[in-house]
């Protein structure tokens, strides 16, 4: 493949922004580029001195005034729930029995999977998401649907077939030794294929039993390199259920403690209500807190406390998604403006960097896998967007008055969504023109 220059403005976090001062977190070039090829970023920075490192000859593209940024990641989603989004429930167990659990049912039907497969994917170039965290249904070719799409698309994915076995209709139900073998037959068929990361992903404590989770407890220790993903503490209803289902744990947290669920590569989707000692347990391990900020709102499962999660004296690792189909939106733009909402509601501000970090290098970091996605930095994977903060008319107007990239920031999050998304790049190659619609 021949190199690419692409020109335009350029953000790249290097860290954590410790306030809206803190210039040092990130890399902000007016007239930036980024040299490309073999999937790769060989060079980014002033587009005069990333120019002068390429071939002669080079081709190139012009994005100006637009801004690049490294690819959108979500961090929790479930890909067999494009059809459930915007189901009217009362709350999450009702949402859960009426909607979803019927839903996933339809997964077990080949053609049903690839067909979402296809859109699943078409809508995370469309909103600029390059890389996500699906769970599939509990269906193992729900996950071959997934992950073959993935590798056809080349994109950095993390997916894993569920795990339940109670506590849902029967054709959602697998047992613990189907489970763990029909997971390890993933590992084995489509993990480190292309781009594709398997996850262990025991759904939540409600629909695994005692012996589910000890299934997956020998899975990470087989497989200890593996994301693992699974809910935790979203709801009071779900708490209590979960607390009458594991007397003898501690509490809610404890639950997946006791089967050595806990760690730096385990994310946990909702982490609403934990209690001190929760947080304390979540700090300990290194695991991940995943903010799901348009889901918790829908489904009014209550308001993330991320200030106090990322600011106590034993931190909690938090990232950010948008919980397809009890998130409200694809759009990591979207998701971000609603987590603006929830921090405002608690007497606390998320400054737009803060936000634009943890769509990008903030998920990398969560995934532990910021030396390949979420920045521009030379040797990383050329996933990147290009941003328009007049997409919309009504953007169009506001951005009239926008004199800073603060301002730019806070104006694509607060209005942006998939229009905004002028193009997304997947290992170099643009991706958005090939989309249906
Ligand atoms: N808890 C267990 N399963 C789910 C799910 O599919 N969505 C949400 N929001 N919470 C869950
Ligand atoms: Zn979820």
Redesign the pocket.
Known sequence: MTATLIRGRTLSFKRAPASLEDTDAYAYETDGALLVENGLILASGAYEAVKAQAPEDVAEIDHRPHLILPGLIDTHL?FP?MQVIGSYAAN?LE??NTY?FPEECRFVETAHAERIATHFFDEMIRHGTTTAVA?CSVHKSSADAFFAEALRRNMRMVAGKVMMDRNAPQGLLDTPQMGYDETRAVIEQWHGKGRNHVAITP??A??STPEQMSAAQVLVREFPDLHVQT?LS?NRD?IDFTCSLYPDAADYTDVYARYGLLGPKTLF??CIHLSEREMDAMSETGSIAVH?PT?NLF?G?GLFPLKKLVGREKPVRVSVAT?I???SSYSMLRTMDEAYKIQQLQGERLNPFESFYYMTLGNAEALSLEDKIGTLEPGTDADFIVLNMAATPAMALKAEVVTSLVDELFLLQTMGDDRAITETYVAGVSAKAGLAG
């Open positions: 479930h729930q999450l949402w859960l979803t769970y759904r939540f409600i629909t809910h979203e779900e989707g909702h799901c889901s489904l499962s919980d189909g009890g998130g």
